[in-house]
Nanobody
Framework: QVQLVESGGGLVQAGGSLRLSCAAS????????MGWYRQVPGKQRELVAH???????NYADSVKGRFTISRDNAKNTVYLQMNSLKPEDTAVYYC???????????????WGQGTQVTVSS
């Protein structure tokens, strides 16, 4: 069994910062890409940022220069540092990982349960 558990969400004023964490645990052989997505009611889930096992990153245009994704491969953990937050960043943030579990062949996609981020104006 593989689990992704997010933490670090909450309520913050516009211009403030939050740091999200997501730890993957269980029967993990290797992790390829880890990422953060967000979703607001009535809209599709959208990519915020992702990072490869080698450290290459990709960001949505809306968060470039404000958010930073990083990972600790030894801890199977990905982070999202969010600075200069805006009310439009309010959403449920989900962690995602493409990984290979022990006893399997190929990559499977796993998701966390989501953490609420609310930015007040």
């Amino acid at each position: 069994q593989v689990q992704l558990v997010e933490s670090g969400g909450g309520l913050v004023q516009a211009g403030g910062s939050l740091r999200l964490s997501c730890a993957a645990s269980g029967s993990i052989f290797s992790i390829n890409v880890m990422g953060w997505y967000r979703q607001v009611p009535g809209k599709q889930r959208e990519l915020v940022a992702h990072i490869t096992s080698g450290g290459s990153t990709n960001y949505a245009d809306s968060v470039k220069g404000r958010f930073t994704i990083s990972r600790d491969n030894a801890k199977n953990t990905v982070y999202l540092q969010m600075n200069s937050l805006k009310p439009e960043d309010t959403a449920v943030y989900y962690c995602s990982a493409d990984l290979r579990a022990w006893g399997t062949v190929g990559l499977s996609n796993y998701w966390g349960q989501g953490t609420q981020v609310t930015v007040s104006s």
